[in-house]
């Protein structure tokens, strides 16, 4: 055997899913073609294994290979062969597929592809086959364009117009007739006649045309002429295929009454009306100014305005909406004094009639009276215009004849005779336009008004009533009439009748049923004659594109049913031949005796006819039993059976007295009737009147019987059973009823109720059997009706209701003796003839149904809706009525609004109201059937919904409308309904309990029930539910779905179980069966890693074990060995895999959505799922099987493998101890006691491991393991207590005393009292072993207390244990703490530390609370070192909280919760380094003592005047406050879990202290100032303050040390950190978690409190903008502004957005403050991009405004522009105002000097200012300056003036606040103010102005400076220089940065003499034009740098 053999061999055995999805497109192959022949096997189209098939196509028919797709196709038709109408769920993803792929392949997959796609629509799928194709016509390729008009071509001919919808065609084909390829557009052509041939070529060209080219149209005209006859549906959908046609019944029968079949065959005209778009012509009516020229005085003016409405409304579909003002307004114009007017108004209504139709119903009617006045009118174009307009509202369906009845009774009555004849004359035309159905509603109110109007006194009337009278009598016949005949005189009545006749005659001329099938068949054979040729092309249709006849019929029938289907072909055939097959004739024709003689021929010897003449009986028997040799011994009997029959009624004839002689012809008739192939149903009229007599006589009784079954036999008992009810009936021997009837019970248990009409049966027993006087007729009647109980079951007792009670009982009684069997009661004998059924086979359908359709009213349905509840429950109660009325056996039709007011009641205000309802939907659903289901609507989603109530009743009513659900419909249409209700979250627990029941309940009643499987996943859910009963519930429920879905269905459908569910499941299965399931589905997943992965992933709570011998033959036939290899192999692979994988782990990101709960909660199924996964991807596959196993010795194995390797993993479980954790906690859910006791011995390893790494649990985790720990302490197995115990003390010292202690006291609330006893002991070991770290706590001690007043002793016995010891080291102090309590309670308190104090005094361990108050003593005394020496304070420090990631503060590169060991010394901080140590990593009590250190260093070193040791400390200023701000949050936290609020006092007055030294306060960063003061103000707005201990004082204290921030902060880090924090902030830094919307209002008032830090800043700005450099604030606003966006601003203004106008103050005030000064502080801003930055735009704006409010004046020296407030808002003249300005920049500029770090800087400014002010006395400054400084400052100016003489600059000066002198003209992006013309002739010295700090990442921007420089010092500068002049010779600039500066040039242009000449490419701009930015931009593009 081959290895492909092999393959295919292996590949056999695979899922379906797999084969059909094989990598290998052999397997591929083959697959497709089983599963086509096995979907051909399958026989039920109910079959479940259909459903597992459906889904596989979408992908199998998109196969990139072409045969295996084409296969794949071929199984697609033999499933929707197969399949019914459910089908039809998956046909969407198959549609979709096959227009993607199947389209464009080769000849034979389209052609395949196109059966499937009528196959869909066979499947009632239309709408999902006409979105496919509108997404198909949209190919690009034409190649699949044309297949597709092709598919769509085939469908309307083959199904028809009633199928497939002709609107959406016609929406298609415009963008058909458009496209590029001339096949598609000859394909549309085609597509567009046949749409003629079923819908006509009116509406088609009225649609089209408009929209079509004109050589289109052309060429489509020419087509159109060649369309002629009647095109009719050769093909129907499935669920019409199953039904048998009727009509032959009907006809069989020949009942009276005219046939409607030759209608049915007329053509069908599709309205058009139904194909057009609606338009609307309101608005352009508003528009057209209808509305004032209706007022107007002028005639010419009224009518126009009308005229625009009739132009408007002639469009063939208004768009319904309120007319209402409309027709009153024409109400009144139609009275008009002018009659072009009126004319006009009433031609509107017409055309508003057309295009509304019934939604101008109310209208018409409002309009009528008016209308029908005005027939007075005698003019010819007033009355044509109102008889077309009446006509028009008739035919449009606005007026019904019941409605308009008193309108007409009115008119008839109207003194204008004119008026009473055209209104009579137009009843006449709505008569003659009426169904039939309607005029017999309404002749009973026309036909006395009509006689009335016969005696009018003018002829005109009485002509009108006559033909009124006619129009009737031609509709429904003269039986109405006859009545009213008889009243009239002769005369009369003779006209009428010759009209009557002139109308082609009434009811009594019924064509014959043989004329009407002959027209049928002429018709058919026109039709076929027409499509008697396959037109499979659309372009088939054209002129001279007709295919031959023959040919292409066989391939059309064989390439679209290969083979035959099994319904399509055989149920088109046999309706194709029964409709040309002529009815039979039943009534036989008279012969005479000669006759019959002559047609006998030689047939019969003439002795044996002669013979039966004879009057001697004997000679009679003779001839008789001749007679029968002779027939028997016929070869061809068939042809002789009528005359035989008829030659036996003659002679010797029914009459023959001779017993003997009777029973030979009886013999003889029965033989002929069995033996015959067909007994003619003439033969059967013929002798049953005759036979049913003799069945009064016992002699011939059973003859009679036995012939009468054989006719029944041979024409079917329907037909028998008819001829008899009439003969019986008439009888006048009872006897013939009685056994007549008895007959009857023998034949309907014979053959069953399929064949016969059982409303007439059972209305036969009804009123001629059980109304009978004799009692044997009645007794036969009842043992009838009790075998009919047999076969259609209880429901017959609905159409019994008015019988006497005497004969109910007897019923009852019968009905016993025969029960109900449904499908099961076999019928004995079977029909020869193929005879229609007249319902289903047996079973409830078998009762006739009542169409209820006219009982369901308008007012009913309005009642549903009325605000009356009275008036709802007369609707509700008016529906159980109709169906008592009806039986309780209703038909679908006309019930989908009924549904409708049903369901609004289900959420009725009125719970009465609504049970009512759910009653009577129970009621409904019964009386309709299995139809429910599809009429209904999906209102059983609505009746679930119900079970949410909390009241009994109500789900007891909605359990019970449930019971009558399932009665109709069978459950598995039920399941998709029951699955979304199990999920849903709004039915509480009662409500899910009791469907769980019911579930149940139903469930046991079956014994197979593949759909249950369903279920399996809702239920396993809900196995988890936090209610009890629930779980208890879902429980017994998964027991039956196990039951009835088989073990197949569970293997395949068990990886969806997730969680402990799958445990319950896996006990509820037989022992091993999931095992091997399981096995056998790796197994068959070969050696492939990727294979093996993935049966893991499915298998994940599974069993998988490997190697297992234990599984059976029939599962792993010859495998065994094999999988030993394969597992061993990749055991292999596996463990050469590391344990856990980190690579990806985020441990941060799993840890954020852990919710924190201090309370235990189950796992949610989710929540399990998320672990699985988590452990699959990080965990080794092995490892992660073995833990995830539902076998608790492979869980021990993947713990015993961890534990091996604890020692070597420590970084990598530190990095998946969340997920390990929650493991944990799974396995202390579960019951298993082995696996528990190893998770508990592992535990106390890892937390070892976890101490000697240095780790501490971080918050998250312990909220994970904690709660579960604690509530799980209380274990009923001592052993286990005890390890827990042990546990839980490690973890207090492992990780916080007060972190533990909120879960040890959750854990005091549990319900499981051993839980509150351990927790209480454990409170009491915290209190021993950790005392004053607890003091935070001990206000919880309360709890404990109140556990002595519980029922439990040992519970009380532990809490007053751990009180005593409480009371031990706290002393009488306890009593503060345990909250009020009983006398009793107190007693017992009193003698336990009574017996305390006995037993410390024994251990001679001193007096209680004694160690306490001597450590309280040495604190005083000796300070802090002292006590902690003494050992009383605990050794331990709680780890590091981190609630929130740290933004912003630069720690050292620590590892994550690593804390360093040295911190843990008992002693206190010695030094300043060792203080911010313990500030930073210990814990917030210990961190006190580190503040106290630091707090004493910043007192002494502020007490220093000479402030050397304040210098010392700005070294370490920001590390001090980055560590305070990271302790803030800690601090905080930590008190609001219980302790003291001391450690937050304390940091806030370090903080304090620290930002009350400026110098402090300068040396803070900007990055560390920013997380300072976002944690400052979270606080503040943080709710829980208040709450805490002292909060109010807090709160205080955090606003004095914001304002004091402002106030001595660095102002430009404090502006740029406000800014950036308008920002909205990320929800991870608040305190605490929120919603959304929570989050929302809390960044709103964080922005407001920004905003108010941003007033005060601003408020000082014009005394405080030289210490600010505005270039950096400039930046920050920059950057604010350009996030946002042009968009977001325009929007933020409109809604007045406080942080955006805030931003905006900002920038007006330094505009207002620096004039156009302003624009030299762009040096960070990069002004060349493109777009130009927004701050440009804002800035020249501010200008402006301020210029033209004249708040700027143009001030200083000549040659500067100098801007100050206008004299308008300062009272001093405009020369002081700049006095005033002058001095403040000589007070800035002396400050600078006066600083060693920015002394150079300021002499250079100084200089400058001396240059532009000479006049200017600078020393007269500096009078209260010292001498020393003034001779600096001279010495400093001299060597500024040396060095500028000798051209010896520096490189660059960072001018934060250049004098206002600095003149800024305008770069091409910044228009200018206006300019200053120079006056002083003196040359300005050279602009030294700081150089943009652009590099090639814009590092300002980001916020980066060069390592070790410090910005604004000169260092900086040259550092910054120099990489902007290595980035220039490089000569590489990246594109989209800054360019980089130049260097200096002199004020003459040239460079300096020291430095070498650039190369010059383009010539530099006059310097003097430009100021400091511009003169640098454009020196840098002139390409000159300076080298330093």
């Not at 706590?1337 to 709890?1343: A, F, G, I, Q, V």
């Not at 777009?1731 to 143009?1754: F, G, K, S, V």
């Amino acid at each position: 055997m081959s290895e492909e053999e092999k393959l295919l061999k292996e590949a056999k055995k695979l899922p379906w899913e797999d084969r059909l999805l094989h990598k290998n497109w052999k397997v591929r192959n083959e697959a497709n073609i089983d599963l086509a022949a096995f979907c051909d096997s399958i026989t039920d189209p109910k079959d479940p294994r259909l459903r597992e098939f459906g889904p596989l196509f979408r992908k199998t028919v998109a196969d990139s290979n072409a045969p295996v797709q084409e296969k794949a196709l071929d199984a697609l038709i033999a499933f929707q062969r197969a399949a019914d109408a459910d089908a039809g769920r998956y046909a969407k993803e198959v549609c979709d597929a096959i227009v993607a792929k199947c389209l464009t392949g080769r000849p034979k997959t389209v052609e395949k592809a196109q059966a499937a796609f009528l196959l869909w629509v066979e499947l009632e799928t239309v709408e999902v086959f006409m979105d496919a194709m509108e997404k198909a016509i949209k190919n690009k390729v034409s190649k699949a364009v044309v297949p597709a008009v092709d598919v769509m071509f085939q469908a309307l001919s083959e199904f028809g117009s009633k199928i497939i919808p002709p609107k959406r065609i016609l929406k298609m084909l415009p963008e058909l007739f458009d496209h590029q390829d001339q096949n598609v557009r000859a394909c549309a052509k085609g597509l567009t006649l046949e749409l003629c041939r079923w819908i006509g070529k009116d509406p088609v060209k009225s649609i089209l045309f408009e929209k079509m080219r004109d050589t289109m149209k052309k060429e489509l005209e020419a087509e159109l002429a060649n369309v002629s006859g009647v095109a009719k549906p050769t093909r129907k959908i499935r669920s019409e295929q199953d039904k048998e046609p009727e009509p032959e019944a009907t006809s069989e029968v020949g009942g009276a009454g005219p046939s409607e079949e030759p209608v049915a065959e007329v053509p069908q005209e599709i309205d058009e009306y139904d194909l057009m778009d609606p338009v609307d012509i309101l608005t352009p009516l508003e528009k057209s100014g209808f509305w004032d020229g209706v007022k107007a005085t002028k005639w010419s003016e009224r009518k126009d305005a009308v005229a625009e409405l009739t132009k408007l409304a002639s469009t063939k579909k208004i768009a319904p909406g309120d007319f209402s003002e409309v027709c009153r307004t024409i109400k009144k114009l139609i009275t008009d004094v002018n009659l072009a007017v009126a004319v006009e108004a009433i031609q509107a209504i017409g055309n508003l009639a057309r295009g509304l139709r019934t939604h101008f119903s109310a209208s018409s009617r409002f309009l009528l009276p008016v209308l029908l006045e005005k027939l007075k009118e005698k003019k010819p174009t007033v009355a044509d215009s109102l008889t077309q307009t009446l006509q028009a509202m008739y035919k449009a369906g606005c007026l019904s004849l019941v409605d308009i009845i008193e309108d007409i009774k009115t008119a008839v009555k109207n003194k204008v005779p004119l008026v009473r004849s055209s209104t009579l004359n137009w009843v006449t035309f709505c008569l003659e336009t009426s169904n039939k159905a309607l005029i017999l509603k309404a002749h009973k109110d026309y036909v006395p008004i009509c006689m009335e109007c016969l005696n009018d006194g003018t002829p005109e009337v009485r002509d009108a009533a006559f033909s009124a009278l006619a129009a009737i009598a031609k509709s429904v016949g003269m039986r109405p009439l006859e009545r009213s005949l008889e009243k009239l005189d002769d005369v009369r009545k003779k006209k009428l009748s010759e009209m009557i006749a002139a109308c082609g005659g009434g009811g009594p001329t019924v064509t014959s049923s043989a004329t009407v099938q002959s027209s049928v068949g002429g018709t058919a054979t026109a039709g076929n004659s027409e499509s008697s040729f396959a037109r499979k092309s659309a372009a088939s249709m054209l002129s001279g594109k007709r295919p031959a006849p023959s040919a292409p019929a066989n391939k059309k029938s064989g390439t679209t049913k290969p083979g035959g289907s099994k319904k399509s072909d055989g149920a088109a055939r046999t309706e194709g031949s029964k409709s040309v097959e002529p009815p039979e004739d039943v009534e036989p024709a008279e012969m005479s005796l000669e006759e019959i003689e002559s047609r006998l021929g030689s047939l019969v010897q003439p002795e044996t006819v002669s013979q039966l003449k004879s009057s001697v009986w004997k000679e009679r028997l003779e001839a008789t039993l001749s007679l029968k040799q002779q027939i028997e011994g016929l070869q061809e009997l068939d042809k002789s059976v009528e005359i035989l029959v008829r030659l036996l009624c003659a002679v010797p004839g029914w009459n023959e007295k001779n017993v003997q002689v009777q029973q030979q012809v009886l013999e003889i008739v029965n033989h002929i009737s069995s033996t015959a192939t067909k007994f003619p149903k003439k033969c059967v009229v013929l002798c049953l009147t005759g036979i049913s007599e003799r069945v009064a006589d016992i002699k011939t009784r059973a003859y009679v019987m036995k012939c009468l079954t054989a006719f029944c036999e041979a024409v079917g008992p329907g037909f028998v059973f008819e001829r008899l009810y009439k003969i019986m009936k008439e009888h006048k021997n009872p006897k013939v009823l009685s056994e007549g009837l008895l007959w009857m019970v023998s034949a309907v248990d014979d053959f069953g109720v399929s064949l016969l009409k059982l409303k007439d049966l059972i209305d036969f027993c009804k009123d001629v059997g059980l109304q009978s006087s004799a009692a044997a007729t009645r007794n036969a009647t009842i043992k009838l009706l009790g075998v009919l109980h047999k076969f259609v079951g209880p429901d017959i007792k609905g159409f019994l209701n008015d019988v006497k009670p005497a004969l109910l009982s007897a019923l009852d009684a019968e009905y016993e003796k025969n029960p109900f069997e449904g499908t099961s009661a076999a019928t004995k004998r079977t029909v020869k003839a193929s005879v229609p059924a007249s319902a289903s086979a047996g079973g409830l359908d078998a009762l006739p149904r009542e169409d209820i359709s006219s009982k369901i009213t308008p007012s009913l349905l309005k009642g549903f809706e009325s605000p009356d509840w009275k008036m709802r429950l007369e609707s509700i109660e008016a529906v159980n009525k109709i169906l008592e009325e009806a039986n309780k056996r209703i038909q679908p039709a006309g019930t989908g609004e009924l549904f409708g007011g049903l369901r609004g009641r289900l959420y009725d205000s009125n719970k009465n109201l609504v049970m009512q309802t759910l009653t009577t939907i129970g009621g409904v659903a019964a009386a309709m059937g299995p139809a429910v289901e599809k009429a209904s609507k999906g209102i059983l989603s609505d009746i679930l919904k119900c079970l949410g109530d909390n009241k009994k009743h109500m789900r007891e009513c909605t359990l019970s409308t449930l019971d009558s659900w399932i009665g109709a419909v069978h459950l598995d249409k039920m399941i998709p309904y029951i699955i979304i209700a199990l999920t849903d979250g709004k039915i509480g627990a009662e409500g899910r309990k009791d469907l769980f029941d019911w579930l149940t309940k139903q469930l046991a009643g079956l014994s197979d029930f593949a759909d249950a499987i369903h279920l399996l996943k809702p239920t396993s859910v809900a196995m988890m539910d936090k209610s009890a009963d629930v779980r208890k519930a879902a429980e017994g429920c998964v027991g039956e779905i196990l039951r009835v879905s088989g073990q197949d269905t569970i293997e395949k459908n068990l990886k969806d179980i997730q969680g402990p569910a799958l445990a319950v499941i896996l006990e509820k299965v037989r022992p091993g069966f999931v095992q091997e399931s399981s096995e056998s589905s790796k197994t068959l997943a070969g050696p492939v890693s990727k294979s093996v992965s993935k049966v893991a992933k499915s298998t994940s709570n599974g069993t998988v074990k490997h190697g297992n011998r234990s599984i059976s033959s029939r599962t792993l036939p010859t495998k065994g060995s094999r999988t030993d290899q394969i597992t061993s192999v990749h055991d292999i692979a596996i463990q050469s895999q590391a344990l856990l994988n980190i690579k990806d782990s985020n441990k941060d990101e799993r840890e954020r959505i852990v919710v924190r709960r201090v309370k235990f909660e189950e796992l949610r199924p989710e929540q399990i799922q998320d672990l699985e996964n988590d452990m699959m991807k990080y965990f080794r596959e092995d490892l992660q099987k073995r833990l995830l196993s539902a076998d608790f010795k492979k869980q021990v194995d993947g713990l015993e493998m961890l534990q091996k390797a604890l020692p070597s993993l420590a970084k990598e479980i530190i990095e998946v101890l969340d997920i390990l954790l929650r493991w944990f906690v799974l396995q202390f859910c579960k019951s298993n006691t082995t696996c528990l006791l190893k998770v508990l011995e592992f535990l106390p390893e890892l937390f070892h491991m976890l101490k000697d790494e240095g780790y501490c649990m971080t918050e998250a985790e312990a909220a994970i393991f904690l709660p579960c720990l604690v509530e799980k302490s209380g274990h009923n197995i001592e052993k286990v207590r005890e390890k827990m115990r042990e546990l839980m003390k490690q973890i207090i010292h492992a990780y916080s005393v007060a972190k533990t202690y909120p879960y040890i006291l959750e854990g005091l609330r549990s319900k499981n009292n051993r839980t509150r006893i351990e927790c209480a002991d454990l409170i009491g070991y915290l209190l021993e072993a950790c005392g004053p770290e607890i003091n935070g706590l001990l206000k919880y001690l309360n709890m404990v207390a109140s556990l002595t007043a519980e029922r439990d002793g040992e519970l009380r016995k532990a809490a007053l244990n751990t009180l005593a010891m409480g009371y031990k080291i706290l002393g009488d102090d306890i009593w503060r703490y345990v909250g009020k309590l009983t006398d009793a309670q107190r007693s017992m308190l009193d003698d336990r530390f009574k017996w305390k104090v006995r037993e410390m005094e024994k251990k001679r361990e001193g007096r209680p609370g004694d160690a306490r108050a001597a450590l309280r003593r040495s604190v005083r005394e000796n300070g802090p070192e002292v006590a902690e020496q003494s050992g009383e304070v605990s050794q331990s420090v709680s780890g590091p909280l981190f609630p929130r990631q740290n933004f912003g503060i630069s720690e050292p590169p620590i590892e994550r919760n690593q804390m360093p060991r040295s911190i843990s010394g008992v002693n206190g901080p010695t030094d300043w380094n060792e203080a911010l140590d313990i500030i930073m990593f210990g814990s917030p009590e210990q961190s006190v003592e580190g503040m106290k250190v630091v707090c004493h260093e910043l007192a002494q070193a502020s007490n220093d005047p000479e402030e050397n040791a304040i210098d010392e400390l700005v070294k370490d200023a920001d590390r001090l406050v980055s560590c305070l701000a990271n302790k803030v949050a800690k601090t905080f936290d930590f008190s609001l879990m219980g302790a003291s609020s001391r450690s937050c006092k304390y940091v806030l007055n370090t903080l304090m202290q620290t930002f009350q030294n400026k110098k402090l306060a300068h040396a803070v960063k900007e990055g560390t100032l920013e997380s300072l003061i976002t944690e400052l103000l979270l606080w503040l707005l943080d709710e829980r303050v208040p709450r805490m201990e002292d909060g109010s004082q807090l709160l205080k204290a955090l606003n004095v040390l914001m304002l004091k921030i402002l106030d001595n902060a660095d102002r430009t880090s404090s502006f740029v950190v406000l800014i950036s924090l308008l920002r909205p902030l990320d929800p991870s830094r608040w305190p605490s978690p929120a919603s959304p919307e929570v989050y929302a209002t809390r960044n709103q008032k964080f922005s407001d409190l920004v905003v108010k830090c941003l007033i005060k800043l601003t408020k000082l700005l014009q005394s405080t903008i030289y210490e600010v450099d505005l270039d950096r604030l400039l930046q920050s606003i920059h950057l604010y502004l350009q996030e946002l966006g042009m968009e977001e601003i325009r929007r933020r203004a409109g809604a007045d957005d406080k942080p955006l106008r805030m931003v905006k103050t900002v920038l007006h005030e330094l505009v207002k403050l620096r004039g156009a000064a302003i624009k030299g502080h762009l040096s960070l801003v990069p002004i060349d991009m493109r777009p130009q930055p927004i701050i440009l735009a804002y800035i020249d704006l501010n200008l402006e405004t301020l210029a033209a409010a004249r708040m700027l004046t143009a001030t200083g020296p000549v040659g500067q522009t100098h801007w100050t407030d206008s004299t308008a808002n300062n009272p001093s003249p405009p020369a002081n105002s700049a006095e005033v300005q002058l001095k403040q920049e000589l007070a800035a500029i002396f400050k600078k000097i006066g600083d060693k770090q920015t002394s150079t800087i300021g002499l250079y400014e100084l200089h400058r200012i001396t240059q532009l002010y000479p006049k200017v006395d600078i020393f007269a400054q500096l009078q209260n300056a010292s001498e020393a400084f003034r001779t600096y400052i001279r010495d400093g100016l001299a060597q500024v003036e040396k060095n500028a003489a000798a051209g010896r600059t520096p490189s660059s000066l960072p001018l934060s606040t250049p004098p206002p002198s600095s003149l800024t003209l305008p770069s091409p992006e910044i228009p200018s103010l206006n300019e200053v013309k120079p006056l002083n002739p003196k040359p300005e010295p050279a602009n030294f102005t700081v150089p943009p700090a652009y590099t090639e990442d814009i590092r300002a921007s980001n916020k980066r400076m060069i390592p070790g420089v410090t910005s604004g010092t000169l260092d900086a500068i040259r550092e910054r220089m120099k990489s902007m002049q290595l980035a220039a010779s490089g000569g590489t600039l990246e594109s989209g940065s800054i360019p980089h500066d130049d260097g200096i040039l002199n004020q003459t242009g040239s460079p300096n003499q020291s430095v070498p000449e650039a190369p010059q490419t383009v010539l530099p701009m006059d310097e003097k034009a430009l100021s400091g930015l511009q003169a640098r931009m454009e020196r840098l593009k002139s390409g000159t740098l300076e080298h330093l």
